[in-house]
Nanobody, 126 residues
Framework: QEQLVESGGGLVQAGTSLRLSCTPS????????MAWFRQAPGKEREFVAG????????VYSDSVKARFSISRDNAKNTMYLQMNNLNPDDSAVYYC???????????????????WGQGTRVTVAS
């Protein structure tokens, strides 16, 4: 069974940048969409950004659209989330997710995603 492994989280100052990575391990499966979600303490898991592996269409939440960038390096089979101009509201555990079922567009809710990583914590100090 494929597992997703996130890395790159940490403690940073407001206004700085971080890049998260998501790499699969184990026996890989065909995926159609990948995404980043985040969950802050006491809040629901929310969609951050997603990418269609065929075609590369990207979708972002309004709160990160101008600051974050999702990408995938097919040669390395790795997905990234470049996060710029971080602010304390971005503090959360960030999860990598993959959807192995095809649909018309990048899902923006957690339910369609059937592979999840363990998460990497991002803390932004003011």
């Amino acid at each position: 069974q494929e597992q997703l492994v996130e890395s790159g989280g940490g403690l940073v100052q407001a206004g700085t940048s971080l890049r998260l990575s998501c790499t699969p391990s184990g026996r890989t499966v065909t995926k159609h969409f990948m995404a980043w979600f985040r969950q802050a303490p006491g809040k629901e898991r929310e969609f951050v950004a997603g990418i269609a592996l065929a075609g590369g269409r990207t979708v972002y939440s309004d709160s990160v659209k101008a600051r974050f960038s999702i990408s995938r390096d097919n040669a390395k089979n790795t997905m990234y989330l470049q996060m710029n101009n971080l602010n304390p509201d971005d503090s959360a555990v960030y999860y990598c997710a993959a959807d192995t079922l095809w649909s018309w567009d990048v899902p923006t809710t957690p339910n369609p995603y059937d592979l999840w990583g363990q998460g990497t914590r991002v803390t932004v100090a003011s």
